[in-house]
């Protein structure tokens, strides 16, 4: 079966400063792969997501993603983090057949002036 | 936004008593989840539905049932509520497919003292 690991559970960053979130998954195949964003109080909403092809990935709100096959993961990126990024980020993959998405932990990220 | 209403947002109930959680879709999406999400934890799914009475478990179950009478309506019940399942209960839809991507309500907060 499927698995997705967020090593980080918590990370701090400056506002201004470059993000970088881990996601490692284990799936004999290619899976399909997702990052999602929770604010406080809310749904998650998609970043983005990889199902084939290109292996960097462009998102909302200014976030991207590479699919490493070699190293399993699916890292997201931002290269200047805003005072509202300020969220808890949630990778997931999903596979052919009838199995759901599987979510990772997540990762809450602080932002600090 | 998808058009998912879940309902109700806040509740608040006692040991043993049973309790529905609702969630509405405007989208006509086949596939629906319920998670429920818990710190340390992330997401849990505890069931789901792949079409009109066509439901099965997720990794956490016990302790829930759930219906889909109607395309657009998946309803979780407690049978008899734990504090246990305290939690923030979040419905998700998707089409197409398992691995295609989710989009979720913005949950139901249940505290059950």
């Known amino acids: 079966a499927q698995s997705v690991t967020q090593p980080d559970i918590h990370i701090t960053v400056s506002e201004g400063a470059s993000l970088e979130l881990r996601c490692n998954y284990s799936?004999?195949?290619?899976?399909?792969l997702f990052w999602y964003v929770q604010s406080p109080g809310q749904g998650l909403q998609l970043l983005l997501k990889y199902f084939s092809g290109d292996t960097l990935v462009q998102g909302i709100k200014g976030f991207e993603a590479e699919f490493k096959r070699s190293q399993s993961s699916f890292n997201l990126r931002k290269p200047s983090v805003h005072w509202s990024d300020a969220a808890e980020y949630f990778c997931?993959?999903?596979?052919?057949?009838?199995?759901?998405?599987?979510f990772g932990k997540g990762t809450r990220l602080s932002v600090i002036a | 936004d998808a058009g998912i209403t879940q309902s109700p947002r806040h509740k608040v109930t006692e040991t043993g008593t049973p309790v529905t959680l609702r969630c509405h879709q405007t989208?006509?999406?086949?596939?629906m989840y319920w998670y429920r999400q818990d710190p340390g934890h992330g997401l849990r799914l505890i069931h789901y539905?792949?079409?009109?009475?066509?439901?099965d478990k997720g990794e956490v179950s016990d302790g829930y049932s759930v219906s889909r009478s109607k395309t657009e309506d998946f309803l979780l019940t407690l049978e008899s509520a734990t504090s246990s399942q305290t939690s923030v209960y979040f419905c998700?839809?998707?089409?197409?497919?398992?691995?295609?991507?989710?989009?979720f309500g913005d949950g139901t907060r249940l505290s059950i003292l």
């Open positions: 989208e006509n999406h086949r596939y």
């Open positions: 799936y004999g195949a290619t899976p399909y």
């Open positions: 998700a839809i998707s089409e197409g497919g398992f691995n295609q991507p989710q989009h």
């Open positions: 539905s792949y079409g009109v009475k066509d439901t």
């Open positions: 997931a993959v999903g596979v052919t057949g009838n199995t759901p998405l599987v």
